[in-house]
């Protein structure tokens, strides 16, 4: 069954240093997105993607944070001068279109601690 | 956002089903009833979702009243590995926020030997 994969699993960064996490959606999908669960919290939405532009956006996903899709198959997170409230597990999730009764898959998750 | 309503936990013996409520009393027509599960801290899992007509999969079903406010997912035969966190999202239809799944805090299954 395909899936979404992500890397790194787990990575602990200084903060104020710069963090990529990288996603593998499903191959065929077109929409992609970031999750992220602060410890003890709920899932929330952090951004969406379609065509090489931002879809929609939360609040959460300020100019700290940009996506980007560098070839064919990546989808990235990019956390600039991290903080220690930045961590949490990270969720990558695709979709093969974007109408509402199209399923989003997640991947498993990166866990960022930022110390 | 449709806003849902979980129980906070629920249990249930294995090898029974497990039936899990949400309300969804403000739904808009065109808005899908999505299912997840969470395990720990892995990311979340697809189950099931459904507009009007109750779904069944290999993994579950669900069932939609049909006024369309409330539903349930049946787990048929609740294993130990489905012990896990369920989400009942409403998915907001059309515009920009089709990626935009809001998570609740969910009903904590525990299935018990």
């Known amino acids: 069954e395909p899936e979404v994969t992500q890397t790194p699993s787990h990575q602990v960064t200084q903060m104020g240093q710069e963090v990529i996490l990288r996603c593998v959606p499903i191959?065929?999908?077109?929409?992609f997105y970031w999750y992220r669960q602060i410890l003890g919290q709920k899932v929330e939405f952090l951004v969406s993607?379609?065509?090489?532009?931002?879809?929609?956006k939360s609040e959460i996903f300020d100019d700290q944070f940009s996506v980007e899709r560098p070839d064919g198959s990546n989808f990235t997170l990019k956390i600039r001068s991290t903080k220690l409230e930045d961590s949490a597990m990270y969720f990558c999730a695709s979709s093969d279109a974007g109408h509402s009764g199209n399923t989003i898959y997640f991947g498993e998750g990166s866990w960022l601690t930022v110390v | 956002d449709a806003k849902t309503t979980q129980p906070p936990s629920m249990d249930c013996a294995e090898g029974r089903a497990a039936n899990l409520p949400c309300n969804h009393s403000?739904?808009?027509?065109?808005?899908?009833v999505y299912w997840y599960r969470q395990i720990h801290s892995q990311g979340p899992q697809y189950i099931i979702h459904g507009l009007k007509n109750n779904e069944t999969n290999e993994m579950a079903s669900l069932i939609i009243t049909e006024d369309r406010k409330s539903s349930t997912l049946i787990l048929p035969h609740a294993t130990l590995r489905d012990t896990a966190v369920y989400y009942c999202i409403v998915r907001v239809a059309g515009g920009t926020s089709y990626g935009k799944l809001t998570f609740g805090q969910g009903t904590i299954l525990t299935v018990h030997p």
């Open positions: 191959s065929n999908h077109l929409y």
């Open positions: 993607f379609y065509n090489n532009e931002i879809s929609e």
């Open positions: 403000t739904i808009s027509g065109n808005e899908y």
